[in-house]
């Protein structure tokens, strides 16, 4: 396990990525303007950030719907904290908090860690031991999701959740349209439901981030955020013993958290 200290830099509790991260600007933030119009995604990593900022997109931008603008996705939708990537902001009042299960939010990060300038483990053991002590870029999930919903009074938040997303794109789309209050036609809908889908997502240069890999990290290969977009993955890398471990622990963390999970793709 490589040094945490040398990739993640603590700020008021909370891991941020080291390379690029500018303090004086983040404690400008607090005196940031928000207009009323202003949309903010907000995510633990690797729960869909990139998924919403190409339906953020395709909802708010024609040009990105017709596919006659080629701006890539983070600009329109810049990371707030990291100075370097705003292009100009569409931020805000309205917030979207995207969750999903978290064996699959560990098993998308244990991988894409790998690719990273991120502390690396070599196997799942490890990783799980630091994601769930929070030892991470975004520190502990329990207290993400956590934090986010018991101040949701505060906000006009909507959790939205990944496999709801996976199972009706179509579905979820109108609800996401409706909290924004925006309207789409027909046609517009279809193609903001396509461009969304993951096998389309993945050949989108605008939308896949794999530009950003290789003009900020010097990463060549392909296919690193969107690896395989599915519900349940962790099947495949946990073992039963983990599995149980993990569940002991999610439940003494999330007794009483309202909002539901989904595990498997076919749970209903
Ligand atoms: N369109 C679409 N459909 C389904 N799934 C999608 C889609 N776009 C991104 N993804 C999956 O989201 C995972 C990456 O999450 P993030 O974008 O939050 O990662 S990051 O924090 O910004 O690095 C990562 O999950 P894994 O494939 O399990 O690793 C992506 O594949």
């Not at 997109?57 to 040009?63: K, P, S």
């Not at 520190?139 to 919903?149: N, T």
């Not at 050949?203 to 900020?216: E, F, G, M, V």
């Not at 890398?237 to 993990?246: A, I, L």
Request: net charge negative; aromatic share 18%.
């Amino acid at each position: 396990m490589e040094d945490i200290d040398s990739f993640l830099f603590k700020f008021k509790g909370y891991y941020f990525l080291r390379p690029g991260l500018d303090i004086g600007f983040l404690e400008t933030l607090n005196d940031f303007e928000i207009r009323e119009d202003d949309v903010f995604i907000v995510t633990y990593p690797k729960s869909g950030t990139i998924w919403f900022q190409q339906i953020l997109n395709l909802i708010y931008f024609d040009e990105h719907r017709k596919s006659t603008g080629n701006l890539e996705t983070v600009f329109r939708v810049p990371y707030f904290e990291y100075p370097d990537q705003n292009g100009f902001y569409f931020l805000s009042l309205q917030i979207i908090y995207v969750y999903r299960n978290p064996k699959d939010v560990m098993c998308s990060y244990f991988h894409f860690s790998k690719k990273m300038p991120l502390p690396t483990t070599s196997t799942i053991e490890e990783f799980m031991q630091l994601f769930l002590e929070g030892k991470v870029l975004g520190s502990l999930w329990f207290d993400h999701i956590k934090g986010w919903h018991e101040h949701k009074s505060l906000f006009n938040i909507e959790f939205m959740m990944y496999e709801e997303f996976k199972k009706d794109l179509r579905g979820s789309m109108l609800k996401v349209c409706k909290f924004l209050g925006k309207e789409l036609s027909d046609e517009d809908m279809d193609t903001v439901v396509s461009q969304a889908m993951f096998e389309n997502m993945k050949l989108d240069p605008r939308a896949n981030y794999d530009n950003i890999l290789k003009d900020q990290f010097g990463i060549q290969e392909k296919g690193h955020f969107l690896r395989k977009g599915t519900i349940g993955d962790w099947k495949n890398y946990m073992t039963v013993e983990q599995n149980e471990r993990f569940d002991k622990i999610f439940q003494k963390n999330m007794k009483d958290f309202p909002l539901k999970f989904i595990w498997d793709m076919n749970e209903e």
